[in-house]
């Protein structure tokens, strides 16, 4: 089967650092993904990891582990504008009969920051 | 436009009558994907298309619901005898090849009455 978790709900400071955990258990695991949607509007891509160690772009770093089904999206000198949803997001190729590249989300964690 | 466009942006329509939605995708985009996100919920995988592959329609949730991509570009996903738990956001994606990160589109608020 497939799962994918994360906190549904977190606050943080203006200005603070804040890290979102996800943790994941799939087949035919090809990469993980996270997403920011704030409400409304589509979601944006903000990372990806297919190997262990941090990805660090801008503000935003991401990590995985995939020995531990285990990721985090970490957000630094947080702003107003970052309150939103940070969707979690496992690339799943399994092949069902024919070659696949799916995603399967979690169910998202609603960040708000406050003054 | 530069990304992907979906349209209607909002549907409202009574129980039992078929709606269309239209997906256009990133022009050179190889892969579109559909996806729906009901309240509360995390986004649903429903259909994948690659090029001129068969596509992957494991996540279509039942033969009410089906897709169809002509000429490689847009798409349509046509729901048929829509029922109240058809509601829901439809979400459109696509990526340039399949190993690059989907870009998504507004969605279609769909709302059966």
């Known amino acids: 089967g497939q799962n994918i978790d994360q906190p549904t709900e977190m606050t943080a400071t203006e200005g603070a650092i804040v890290q979102i955990n996800c943790t994941y258990q799939t087949s035919g695991f090809n990469g993980l993904f996270w997403y920011q949607q704030h409400a409304g509007e589509a979601p944006t891509f903000l990372s990806y990891n297919v190997l262990d160690g941090l990805e660090e772009k801008g503000r935003f770093s991401s990590f995985l582990s995939r020995s531990k089904g285990y990721s985090y999206l970490l957000l630094k000198e947080l702003q107003m504008k970052d309150s939103a949803s940070y969707l979690c997001?496992?690339?799943?190729?399994?092949?069902?009969?024919?070659?696949?590249?799916?995603?399967?989300f979690g169910t998202g964690t609603l960040l708000a920051v406050q003054p | 436009g530069a990304g992907v466009s979906q349209s209607p942006s909002n549907k409202v329509t009574e129980k039992g009558k078929d709606v269309e939605l239209r997906c256009d995708p990133i022009?050179?985009?190889?892969?579109l994907y559909w996806y729906r996100q009901s309240l509360g919920q995390g986004l649903e995988f429903l259909i994948y298309?690659?090029?001129?592959?068969?596509?992957?329609k494991s996540g279509l949730p039942s033969d009410r619901f089906s897709a169809e991509r002509t000429g490689g570009s847009v798409s349509t996903l046509t729901i048929q005898r829509t029922q109240q738990e058809d509601s829901a956001v439809y979400l459109c994606a696509s990526s340039r090849y399949s190993n690059q990160p989907q870009h998504f589109g507004d969605g279609t608020r769909l709302s059966i009455l």
């Open positions: 298309f690659q090029g001129n592959s068969a596509p992957d």
């Open positions: 022009s050179g985009h190889t892969a």
């Open positions: 997001a496992v690339r799943d190729l399994r092949n069902y009969g024919g070659a696949t590249n799916k995603l399967i």
